[in-house]
């Protein structure tokens, strides 16, 4: 669920299963981060009682390079960004929970190191943690 694949954009089948549309779906709505039961409460009502209905879901999404998971909150966030080449960095909010995803180009240097000792990196993700411009405000104000 991290981005840097070793190919270009990797080709999604288009086709989603009920469960993963409502998956995918709940994750785009809420805008930030969520567990898997947080996703089994919310989507309940929609006919997902089980949690191996909602990792299944997340982990074909996953597959497909449509979510992430933030190994930091053990939770996922819908992607929003089409271009998988490159390396998937989160700003995450300590304070609200707000992530903010961007890229991070190849030349950045992150796997040099381990590249030049022999290591395939295979996927890198960057959780950045602290407080993003409106909580920052709100705890100096």
């Not at 669920?1 to 070793?6: G, I």
Request: glycine share 6%; proline share 2%.
């Amino acid at each position: 669920m991290t981005s840097r694949s070793t190919s270009p954009l990797k080709a999604t089948t288009g086709k989603l299963t009920r469960n993963q549309k409502l998956v995918l779906n709940c994750l785009q709505a809420a805008g930030r981060a969520m567990t898997a039961y947080q996703l089994l409460d919310e989507l309940r009502d929609a006919g997902l009682r089980a949690p191996v209905q909602v990792y299944r879901a997340l982990e074909a999404l996953g597959k497909e390079e449509r979510i992430h998971r933030i190994e930091s909150l053990n939770a996922f966030v819908a992607c929003r960004h089409l271009d998988h080449t490159e390396t998937a960095a989160f700003a995450i909010c300590d304070d609200c929970r707000e992530i903010w995803e961007f890229s991070l180009p190849a030349e950045a240097g992150l796997t040099a190191v381990a590249d030049a000792k022999g290591f395939k990196t295979r996927h890198t993700t960057v959780e950045l943690h602290g407080r993003c411009a409106h909580c920052a405000d709100r705890a100096d104000g």
